[in-house]
């Protein structure tokens, strides 16, 4: 789960992390409430989304007045706000921050997020701050200090240090920075954080370090133990068809092709949208159902499936495991009658209850292509969508 920079920025301070002193704003009146309470010399009206690249985009902009931070509100708030992660589709800014600007001497980036390959989370640090970190790793990867940290014992004083003089800071500052990520460690620990960022890090002219931007998300699985952090969840924010899967159990990410994909397992989703690609086309999503779905699930599955515009042709791939065969066929068929179904449907599946689950495609009358493996059902599915693209 993602959540906005202020509110990461709440949550961060309450874990001893120096932020910029600001306040969320929803109107234009808001946001001069706010400038008249903060009333600095430089201000920066900032458009809330979860996208980064918010200042290219003309979301990010500076005030050197009360009447100036109103005015720039009243620009942002509504706007479509473009950048390289929203996609050409863009967010509708529907909330600002408006906080203090900065005396910024330099900008450095920092994260800590979980490394899979090592079993434990790394602490990142680059001096290139303010930039893509995707951008530095692919051009400057010797610019990314990397400090992994066993959970049993956290982050420990020696590596902080480490990670700071690595930075170049100043001595002043190094004594400043431990405290700072240890800070910050500690807040991605007890929040069950999969990913903590804040770029920029600034030093201010004085040495002091400030999360002049901060992002963060969450790991689902652990929610249940943060009922304030579920609170933080911006529905306006998600595509309205993972928020449908979300509420009847369903792992759906939307994606931009045009063939949909009903799957039981993960890993089965990831072989199946590899396959399509191999195959000429392009999934339209990742629909993981679940190896104990039943046909109830199965038809509000395909619902979320035809519900998206862009589907011209389904691939349901299943491997009969819990989730029988025939289970399965009589959810599929359901679905298709009460839906009145229009495009088409191509169906490849083996495991528990196979012959009796192809009898009922067969005698449906629907017209359900059935395919003979996974290249068979993944071709078949591509021309039915169209081709390749």
């Given amino acids: 789960m993602k959540i906005h920079e202020y509110q990461a920025k709440a949550i961060l301070g309450r874990y001893g992390v120096p932020t910029p002193q600001g306040e969320v704003a929803f109107t ?36 050197r007045s009360v009447d100036e931070v109103a005015e720039l509100a009243g620009q942002i708030l509504g706007m479509k706000l473009v950048t390289h992660q929203t996609g050409p589709e863009g967010r509708i800014v529907k909330r600002l921050l408006i906080e203090e600007g900065l005396d910024i001497k330099r900008e450095l980036y920092l994260s800590v997020l979980l490394d899979r390959s090592a079993a434990m989370p790394v602490f990142m640090a680059s001096a290139a701050g303010g930039m893509e970190i995707e951008e530095v790793a692919r051009e400057r990867p010797e610019a990314i200090l990397r400090e992994h940290v066993n959970p049993a014992v ?36 007890e929040t069950d954080a999969s990913l903590v960022e804040i770029n920029p890090c600034i030093v201010t002219g004085d040495g002091k370090l400030v999360a002049l931007d901060a992002k963060m998300t969450f790991d689902d699985n652990a929610l249940y133990r943060h009922k304030e952090i579920r609170e933080l969840r911006d529905l306006d924010e998600e595509d309205p068809l993972e928020i449908a899967a979300s509420k ?47 046909a109830e699930q199965i038809k509000n ?36 009658r009460e839906l009145q179904l229009k495009i088409p449907v191509v169906i490849r599946m083996e495991g528990t209850n196979v012959e009796q689950g192809k009898e009922i ?12 493996g996974m290249k068979d059902g993944a071709e078949k599915a591509v021309r039915a969508a169209g081709g390749s693209r």
């Fill in 154 to 189: 956290g982050l420990q004083g020696y590596q902080a240090r480490k990670l700071a003089f690595g930075l170049g800071l100043s001595a002043e500052s190094v004594k400043l920075a431990e405290p700072f990520f240890q800070s910050l460690y500690r807040a991605y620990l």
């Fill in 28 to 63: 234009k009146e808001e946001a001069r409430a706010v400038a008249g309470r903060l009333r600095r010399p430089v201000m920066v009206v900032k458009a809330q989304i979860h996208a980064g690249g918010r200042g290219k985009g003309g979301g990010v902009k500076l005030a």
């Fill in 248 to 294: 009847y159990g369903l792992n759906y990410i939307k994606l931009d092709g045009t063939v949909g994909c009903m799957v039981n397992g993960a890993g089965l989703a990831m072989g199946t949208m590899d396959i399509i690609k191999l195959s000429g086309g392009a999934p339209a999503n990742f629909l993981d159902v679940g190896g104990g779905a039943n």
């Fill in 301 to 336: 599955a395909f619902k979320i499936l035809i519900s998206d515009s862009s589907v011209r042709a389904v691939f349901i791939n299943i491997f009969g495991g819990i989730l029988r065969c025939d289970v399965l066929a009589t959810g599929v068929v359901d679905a298709a």
């Fill in 361 to 372: 495609i067969k005698n449906s009358g629907l017209g359900f292509a059935v395919a003979d």
